[in-house]
């Protein structure tokens, strides 16, 4: 019997953690544990946890361990405890109650490889938030998303179909992989990019990358590249400096030259991307105006 292991950091939103922890106690498939990284909560988060959840490993950071290196911290102690799979899991999802039955048979099918939650928002009827990626346009620095042709969501998708790369918000991952690629990354990608630069490696090391769509994960809201509130042009510049935004220029940089095999286009896909996201947040700003 294979053993799992659940890894979810967590920082200062002890109710949404709550919710999330209450979620694996309803799963059919208990054979499981599960192992919270606390990164310096101030809210409370941790005595929570001790009070409701005595079950749960909690594992504390001081603060700076962003997501990255929480994970690891969660990865090496499941490890340590004798873990055959591991699953990654933000605290911001829900899922239903036969989500870790439905990822252990899909394992049985595929044990050597990455299986990845499809994303749905939790209004009904669901909106198919993302669906793994497809493969990268190379002339647009951009992913080919699955998510936009298989919208709108339909439950009669089954299967497990082929991804470029997989979010770690819910990620499946065999103890093997670990074993022949390391961790993930969190000296170069310390908050964004190590869940999509780990896939990477891992199909490189010869590892499949599927994307499960019948096993989703519930979240509250889209989630919003540009972080939260409304930006102005300030501020959207500002994000490519900031380490925990999807926009920070150095892991953009480490992640072009890591996954492009032709060096020498390095220069010209930063302009893209870059030019990309430009055009992505003037685009929303005038589709904003257009419709006032």
Same mark, same amino acid.
């Given at each position: 019997?294979?053993?799992?292991?659940?890894?979810?950091p967590v920082h200062n939103r002890k109710e949404i953690t709550r919710r999330c922890l209450q979620c694996l106690q309803k799963q059919t498939d208990s054979n499981f544990d599960t192992i919270v990284i606390d990164d310096g909560s101030t809210d409370g988060t941790s005595k929570m946890i001790k009070i409701d959840f005595p079950e749960i490993i909690l594992l504390q950071g001081e603060g700076n361990l962003w997501w990255t290196a929480a994970t690891n911290l969660g990865i090496k102690k499941a490890l340590k405890k004798g873990a055959d799979l591991i699953l990654t899991l933000n605290d911001d999802?829900?899922?239903?109650?036969?989500?870790?039955?439905?990822?252990?048979?899909? $394992?049985?099918?595929? &044990?050597?490889?990455?299986?990845g939650s499809i994303n749905l928002s939790q209004e009904k009827p669901a909106r198919l938030l993302s669906a793994g990626n497809i493969s990268l346009n190379p002339w647009t620095a951009k992913c080919i998303k699955r998510g936009q042709i298989l919208r709108p969501y339909s439950n009669t998708f089954s299967g497990l179909l082929s991804s470029y790369t997989l979010p770690g918000r819910g990620m499946l991952i065999p103890r093997a992989v670990f074993d022949a690629i390391g961790l993930f990354d969190e000296k170069h990608f310390p908050h964004y990019a190590a869940d999509e630069d780990f896939s990477l490696r891992a199909k490189k090391a010869g590892f499949d990358v599927l994307i499960h769509t019948q096993n989703p994960v519930f979240s509250p809201y889209e989630p919003k590249r540009t972080g939260g509130k409304e930006q102005t042009i300030a501020s959207f =510049?500002?994000?490519?400096?900031?380490?925990?935004? &999807?926009?920070? =220029? &150095?892991?953009?940089?480490?992640?072009?030259?890591?996954?492009?095999? $032709?060096? =020498? $286009?390095? &220069?010209?896909f930063m302009f893209l991307e870059i030019a990309r996201r430009f055009f992505s947040y003037f685009s929303a700003k005038w589709k904003k105006m257009k419709n006032r």
């Open positions: 019997m294979c053993k799992l292991s659940i890894i979810i999802v829900l899922i239903k109650e036969d989500y870790v039955e439905n990822f252990i048979k899909a $394992y049985k099918e595929e &044990p050597r490889a990455l299986i =510049l500002k994000s490519f400096f900031i380490l925990h935004n &999807p926009n920070y =220029l &150095p892991v953009l940089i480490r992640y072009n030259i890591r996954h492009h095999s $032709y060096k =020498l $286009y390095i &220069p010209f």
